[in-house]
């Protein structure tokens, strides 16, 4: 069975600092990670995912994250952060699930708020 | 790419009824769609996984006869919450599978989700 543990419901950073938001899996087989933002009231947007090959994955927006196995981890990160980084962020690893594609189980995610 | 939509947005009706929400893949086909249900300020909770042409499989816990769900086609889904009641309100969102192609796995693609306010 899969899991999702994100450290941190919410986080506050000022506009330009560093952002990091925390996110370790478990998983019984090599995993398939992703990160989703959702602004309030909509749907969920993929910001990257992480298959197979490199472990630093660029994704929309400036973001990136990296796979560690090791530590389990795949924390999301922006060297910059704007005021319309303001949201909430999934971290989520996917497992086999009914016909071809892959249910994902989803952590409980992290508001991040972003100050001047 | 990879644009999915649902209609309506938001729906409010009376206790008793039942409502329709349809999901659909905009410019690319989608063997499987799921269904989730989202709380306020809480995560998703996969209530089913929608399989074109077939019934759909749903999560432990998830009334099958109250949520109907039917993909009929590869590209729309229906979900149906029959006889609808307060307890059902809710932000009901689906998503769209792309299939892994060469390498890796599926990625699942989100509506913009439909509010449902049961009076």
């Known amino acids: 069975a899969q899991s999702v543990t994100q450290l941190g419901s919410h986080v506050s950073v000022s506009e330009g600092a560093l952002v990091l938001l925390r996110c370790n899996y478990s998983?019984?087989?090599?995993?398939?990670l992703f990160w989703y933002v959702q602004y309030p009231n909509q749907g969920l947007q993929l910001l990257l995912k992480?298959?197979?090959?490199?472990?630093l994955v660029k994704g929309i927006n400036g973001f990136e994250a990296e796979f560690k196995k090791s530590e389990t981890s795949f924390h999301l990160t922006k060297p910059s952060a704007h005021m319309s980084d303001a949201a909430e962020y999934f971290c989520?690893?996917?497992?086999?699930?009914?016909?071809?594609?892959?249910?994902?189980?989803f952590g409980t995610g992290t508001r991040l708020q972003v100050t001047l | 790419g990879a644009v999915v939509s649902q209609h309506p947005s938001r729906v409010i009706c009376k206790s008793g009824t039942s409502v329709k929400i349809e999901c659909r893949s905009l410019?690319?086909?989608?063997?499987?769609m799921f269904w989730y249900r989202q709380f306020p300020k809480k995560s998703l909770m996969l209530m089913a996984t929608s399989n074109e042409g077939s019934k759909a499989t749903y999560e432990q816990g998830v009334e099958k006869d109250k949520f109907l769900i039917n993909h009929a086609s590869l590209t729309l889904s229906t979900l149906t919450v029959t006889s609808a009641h307060p307890e059902d309100s809710s932000f009901y969102i689906c998503?769209?599978?792309?299939?892994?192609?060469?390498?890796?796995?599926?990625?699942?693609?989100f509506g913009p989700g439909t509010r449902l306010t049961v009076l």
């Open positions: 998983s019984s087989v090599p995993p398939y």
């Open positions: 989520a690893v996917s497992a086999l699930g009914t016909g071809t594609a892959s249910k994902l189980t």
């Open positions: 998503s769209a599978s792309i299939p892994p192609g060469l390498a890796g796995t599926d990625t699942q693609y």
């Open positions: 410019d690319f086909q989608a063997t499987t």
């Open positions: 992480y298959t197979t090959g490199a472990t």
